[in-house]
């Protein structure tokens, strides 16, 4: 993967746990907090910490935040500050800004403002939870519309052994295995003779509700 430059402002659990994941993945951190304790207990996850207000101007532009992949304001409870650091890093020209809201109002004026991709950590962590709990057999999944999902999916023990035109997952359940995850292997689009192992996921694509009657399967 090639190396990003990643800027995030606001060190708390949020903040924070994001800096953690993309610096661990290899790629280029810059942490930034009005407070310092806060920056130096995120030293050891980011490539550089600095102390700033990011409400102001001179500070985003005396780190050159405008040559930055992604920006993610992941500011708290502070709407304010919020709003105007994704008004701020927009005007600078950031090509891609991130941010945390709390409310759906906080949500509008973010969008409004043209933040690229605006996150609701308690309600959407809360859908997630509601969806694994709907689909116990799916581990993961990503949402392509409010109908269709793609999800990672295990299959039960008594369909191993089976080939995929034997399972005839499309006519009945309206489900189509676009790969299959095998002892950290992929099969890409496999073919109609393929047989399921024991342990495989099967990536699927699909109506949400289609996808859950499958992983209900005992
Ligand atoms: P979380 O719920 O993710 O833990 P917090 O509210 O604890 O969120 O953390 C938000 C962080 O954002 C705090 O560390 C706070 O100091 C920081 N912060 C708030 N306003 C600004 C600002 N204007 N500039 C930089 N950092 C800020």
Same mark, same amino acid.
């Given at each position: 993967?090639?190396?990003?430059?990643? *800027? %995030?402002?606001?060190?708390?659990?949020?903040?924070?746990?994001?800096?953690?994941?993309?610096?661990?993945?290899?790629?280029?951190?810059?942490?930034? &907090?009005?407070?310092?304790?806060?920056? /130096?207990?995120?030293?050891?996850?980011?490539?550089?910490?600095? +102390?700033?207000?990011?409400?102001?101007?001179?500070?985003?532009?005396?780190?050159?935040?405008?040559?930055? &992949?992604?920006?993610?304001?992941?500011?708290?409870?502070?709407?304010?500050?919020?709003?105007?650091? *994704?008004?701020?890093?927009?005007?600078?020209?950031?090509?891609? %800004?991130?941010?945390?809201?709390?409310?759906?109002?906080?949500?509008?004026?973010? @969008?409004?403002?043209?933040?690229?991709?605006?996150?609701?950590?308690?309600?959407?962590?809360? @859908?997630?939870?509601?969806?694994?709990?709907?689909?116990?057999?799916?581990?993961?999944? +990503?949402?392509?519309?409010?109908?269709?999902?793609? /999800?990672?999916?295990?299959?039960?023990?008594?369909?191993?052994?089976?080939?995929?035109?034997?399972? &005839?997952?499309?006519?009945?359940?309206?489900?189509?295995?676009?790969?299959?995850?095998?002892?950290? /292997?992929? +099969?890409?689009?496999?073919?109609?003779? /393929?047989?399921?192992?024991?342990?495989?996921?099967?990536?699927?694509?699909?109506?949400?509700? &289609?996808?859950?009657?499958?992983?209900?399967?005992?």
């Amino acid at each position: 993967m090639a190396k990003k430059q990643y *800027a %995030v402002i606001g060190l708390g659990r949020f903040g924070t746990s994001i800096a953690r994941r993309l610096y661990e993945a290899g790629q280029e951190v810059l942490g930034i &907090d009005l407070n310092e304790e806060r920056v /130096e207990d995120a030293e050891k996850y980011i490539t550089h910490g600095i +102390i700033a207000d990011s409400t102001e101007e001179k500070a985003l532009n005396s780190v050159g935040i405008s040559n930055f &992949d992604c920006v993610i304001v992941a500011i708290g409870d502070d709407i304010q500050a919020s709003i105007l650091t *994704a008004m701020l890093l927009k005007n600078l020209g950031v090509k891609k %800004v991130i941010a945390k809201a709390i409310s759906k109002r906080h949500g509008q004026v973010l @969008e409004a403002i043209g933040t690229n991709w605006i996150i609701y950590p308690e309600r959407d962590m809360g @859908e997630r939870v509601a969806n694994q709990l709907l689909s116990p057999n799916m581990l993961n999944y +990503i949402e392509l519309s409010k109908e269709y999902n793609i /999800e990672e999916l295990m299959i039960p023990n008594k369909m191993a052994g089976k080939s995929l035109k034997e399972l &005839d997952l499309r006519a009945k359940f309206n489900i189509s295995v676009i790969a299959i995850l095998r002892n950290g /292997e992929i +099969i890409i689009t496999p073919s109609p003779e /393929e047989s399921i192992h024991r342990g495989d996921i099967l990536v699927s694509i699909g109506k949400r509700n &289609d996808l859950a009657r499958f992983s209900n399967i005992e």
